[in-house]
């Protein structure tokens, strides 16, 4: 079994920046990436980044740029940096973890917001 907490959400102004953190616990040996999803109302879960534990990293097109994931601390800890943030950023933001392909390891999210 594997733990996710995120924290880091908050309220902040167009153009603003705000860094997310997923800290894992348990069995983090099985993890073979983690990955940042968010959910707007009224919209489906998006992945906006992920990074493997060999540290390649993928983001999608609307945040490459302004947003960066690292593992300062293997996958104990993974950061998203979060720059230039817009109004469409608001969302709800959740760290998963992937073993075996499959993100089968949630946190509980955590709000961002971005006013205009």
């Known amino acids: 079994q594997v733990q996710l907490v995120e924290s880091g959400g908050d309220l902040v102004q167009t153009g603003g920046s705000l860094t997310l953190s997923c800290a894992a616990s348990?069995?983090?040996?099985?993890?073979?990436?983690i990955g940042w999803f968010r959910q707007a109302p009224g919209k489906q879960r998006e992945l906006v980044a992920s990074i493997t534990t060999k540290g390649i990293t993928n983001y999608t097109d609307s945040v490459k740029g302004r947003f960066t994931i690292s593992r300062p601390n293997a996958n104990r800890t993974v950061d998203l940096q979060m720059n230039g943030l817009k109004p469409e950023d608001t969302a709800v933001y959740y760290c998963?973890?992937?073993?075996?392909?499959?993100?089968?390891?949630w946190g509980q999210g955590t709000q961002v917001t971005v006013s205009s």
């Open positions: 348990g069995n983090i040996f099985i993890i073979n990436a």
């Open positions: 998963a973890a992937a073993v075996l392909g499959n993100y089968n390891y």
